[in-house]
């Protein structure tokens, strides 16, 4: 039953997707109300098309190597995307255990949302801003029921790969006044197009590159592609400025010369609009992800001339460790998944240096990495002194009441304890008692 988009045109209410693999701009597709859950063969935790289920609510199970192979149409299939677990054809025992675990986390949910309204502090009185991560408008109703306190990364991204043209000036428009008016006086956090590496954008017609992950992507491409790309976003984004509260991000800023370029580029729309006499909010803050390591390690130039950073922890991790993280799952790269952790002591002291520098110049930093919605490392990113975190509103509840229950103090003892340790898998084998011993 597969239609020309390459997607089944006959799902039905609680079907199970199971492929070799979905593209980010497919899975952006899938009918929520429909797809309980998806299992792949390919794909990794931080590859974006996990990171769209994670957004869209829907368990997702990748990685799997052979899961094709091993599922037929018609099968009984249960998905545990929190464990990885996948029970084919379950007995009726399984069932009802499976169920009883299902009633158990929807009354922990239940508890979790009334703390929707309650502000994101420490026992302490420290604020941890907790925004939520989004790849389009559709999400805003999400985003509230989440208790979200802003949107800490809107990957606009998402809305390009799934159109078959560039969007226009006035198409984006749109959608930017509407999430930042809807989200009001919150803060927005937009992110300049992040094309590229998994995130192709087959209208730009770009060369095919053999390692795209460190090619032409992101800024790099939208500093390629001014006319086409980034004026009509930047001019998009501007125009919308006046409806809420914007604050503009570039993705994977690698260099002081790339930084200064974009903003040049900001300013020199700015003084565009002006003369055409359209206005732009005063209240506007711009800065950067600092997702590539020698953003972090050059933390100090880059802080004082930018309004905030937000750490993209799953590309600062494949970086850093040099991994490709889509491929870190696949049947021939097994061998190199151990690398793909951003507990590793090397990732963790460039995100400290990263608050540090940041805090030296004034500046707020935050997290939008998968990382930043990780209870197991909350904690430690308190104790660095981060200053918001940008999740999946799925993950909000839960930091929540993490945050709300963590004192200043032991979050600092907790970074020390932690900077003491040589290895990855002793400081995850550490936080994440921490964590067991809350529950
Ligand atoms: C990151 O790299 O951590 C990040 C938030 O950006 P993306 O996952 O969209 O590359
Ligand atoms: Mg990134």
Redesign the pocket.
């Known amino acids: 039953g597969v239609g020309d988009s390459g997607m089944p045109e006959t799902l039905e209410e609680g079907s199970i997707l199971v492929a070799h693999d979905l593209a980010p701009s497919d899975t952006a597709c899938l009918d929520v109300h429909k797809v309980s859950a998806m299992l792949l063969d390919k794909g990794g935790k931080?590859s974006?098309t996990a990171?769209l289920a994670r957004s869209l609510g829907i368990p997702a199970v990748v990685g799997l190597q052979n899961v094709t192979a091993s599922i037929q149409s018609g099968d009984t299939v249960l998905v545990d995307g929190d464990s990885g677990e996948v029970t084919v054809n379950p007995s009726k025992d399984e069932c009802s255990a499976f169920k009883e675990r299902l009633d158990a986390q929807s009354r922990k949910k239940g508890q979790l949302s009334l703390l929707k309204d309650l502000p994101s502090v420490t026992k302490d009185g420290r604020k941890v801003e907790l925004a939520a991560n989004i790849g389009g408008a559709n999400e805003i109703d999400m985003v509230n029921d989440a208790g979200a306190e802003g949107i800490g990364?809107f990957?606009t991204e998402f809305m390009f790969i799934q159109v078959t043209e560039m969007l226009t000036e006035e198409e984006q428009f749109r959608v930017y006044k509407k999430v930042l008016s809807e989200l009001s006086p919150r803060p927005v956090v937009i992110r300049t197009l992040?094309a590229g590496s998994d995130k192709e954008l087959p209208y730009l017609n770009m060369p095919k590159e053999d390692n795209p992950f460190l090619g032409l992507r992101a800024i790099r491409l939208c500093l390629q592609e001014k006319e086409r790309a980034f004026r009509p976003q930047l001019r998009a984004l501007l125009r919308a400025s006046v409806y809420g509260k914007l604050r503009i991000m570039f993705p994977m800023i690698a260099s002081l010369q790339e930084l200064r370029e974009a903003k040049a580029e900001l300013l020199s729309v700015k003084a565009e609009l002006d003369a055409e006499r359209i206005s732009v909010s005063e209240d506007l803050q711009v800065g950067i992800?600092v997702?590539v390591p020698s953003a972090a390690i050059c933390s100090d130039e880059l802080a004082s001339e930018c309004d905030f950073f937000s750490i993209?922890?799953?590309?600062?991790t494949q970086y850093t460790l040099a991994v490709d993280y889509t491929m870190a799952c696949d049947r021939g790269n097994a061998a190199i998944s151990y690398l793909s952790d951003y507990f590793y002591p090397s990732v963790l002291r460039l995100i400290a240096r990263t608050i540090e520098e940041g805090h030296k110049q004034g500046i707020w930093v935050g997290m939008?990495?998968?990382m930043a919605g990780s209870p197991a490392a909350i904690p430690v990113l308190i104790g660095m002194g981060i200053d918001e975190l940008s999740m999946a509103t799925g993950a909000i509840p839960q930091a929540k009441a993490i945050i709300r229950g963590m004192d200043t103090g032991k979050a600092k003892e907790i970074w020390e304890r932690v900077k003491g340790m040589s290895s990855n898998k002793e400081i995850r084998a550490y936080l994440d008692g921490l964590v067991a011993e809350q529950q």
Request: aromatic share 0%.
């Open positions: 931080t974006h990171i990364l990957r992040d992800m997702e993209g922890t799953n590309d600062l939008c990495g998968e």
